[in-house]
């Protein structure tokens, strides 16, 4: 009797060995973004370009992996289950509180730099966001962070030789620069992203 179970699951374990998995896929952008994607399957992958609200259909064999090769790809989002692949707009925006205390800091701008991140509350992707004075909300496709936080410089002012710009930052310190009376007036001021709350202050 053990010995017909044994002989028995040795066959099922070489008849599962050998199957191969097969099946078949859609894609579909109903983004309002071209979407390039690279589709890989059996140790193959194939390169497509999908315009909004078109879709491919393709066959893949013992696995498929699907992946978003677009720069911009934060403000893409994907539903994926085993017979289709939908790609739409992100519409899972972050909410940043600002509170910018410094009070004359009226220029602050916060700058995406091509890292589609910034987005405006209807989840439209921005180049730059005013971080004006007091309280403010601004939305993102991904968390912020000091790494991909970029301040606009502002327009530079000379004192003699030497160009100043009104933001600068050295290290990871920032400074406010002012021109008052034909003299140089810097402050540390202080940006801290803490949760979800950016503070400014001096």
Known sequence: ?????????????????????????????????SVNIEFAQNYSSEFITLSPNTSVERSWERYFFCFIKNTNKHILKKKETKEKI????????????????????????????????????????????????GLSTINTFVPLSTKNMVFDKGTPFTIGRDTYYPIEKKGEIYYFNKLIAGKLESKKINIDLIGDKLIISN
């Not at 066959?11 to 894609?27: D, F, P, Q």
């Not at 899972?92 to 910034?118: H, S």
């Open 86 to 133: 939908t790609i739409f707009n992100n519409d899972r925006l972050l909410t940043y509180k600002v509170m910018n205390g410094v009070p004359d800091l009226t220029m602050l701008e916060l700058l995406d730099k091509n890292q589609f991140i910034l987005a405006l509350p209807d989840g439209t992707p921005t180049n730059s966001i005013i971080l004006n004075t």
């Open 1 to 33: 009797m053990k010995k017909a179970i044994l002989v028995g699951l040795i066959s099922v374990l070489i008849i599962s060995c050998g199957k191969i998995e097969r099946g078949g896929i859609i894609i579909e952008n109903k983004s309002t973004y």
